[in-house]
């Protein structure tokens, strides 16, 4: 079993910048891959950046690449979302979710997940 705490949303403006955290704790990690997905009201949600937990391989849609950065800290066992330049379009509820094994974009594969932390950008 594994969970996810994410927080760090906000309001900011139009080209300000958050960082989001996903604090992941439970079973072994190191075959995890922990990603971020956010959902707008009346959309569904979106994948926006994925990282594995072993090794260096991470993933971004291609509405972030560019602006937004992943990281993890292994010895905190925490995942973070770098935002910059953000946009109000970038407005949603932004998840860290997990899934075992290899890399994937699709939110219904993901087993475990955060509450969510509301991201506002104003314009």
């Known amino acids: 079993q594994v969970q996810l705490v994410d927080s760090g949303g906000g309001l900011v403006q139009a080209g300000g910048s958050l960082r989001l955290s996903c604090a992941v704790s439970?079973?072994?990690?190191?075959?995890?891959?922990v990603s971020w997905f956010r959902q707008a009201p009346e959309k569904e949600r979106e994948f926006v950046a994925g990282i594995s937990w072993s090794d260096e391989y991470s993933d971004y849609a291609d509405s972030v690449k560019g602006r937004f950065t992943i990281s993890r800290d292994n010895a905190k066992n925490t995942v973070y979302l770098e935002m910059n330049n953000l946009k109000p379009e970038d407005s949603a509820v932004y998840y860290c979710a997990g899934k075992p094994g290899y890399p994937n974009s699709d939110y219904h594969l993901y087993d475990f997940w955060g509450q969510g932390t509301q991201v506002t950008v104003s314009s």
């Open positions: 439970g079973s072994t990690l190191n075959s995890y891959f």
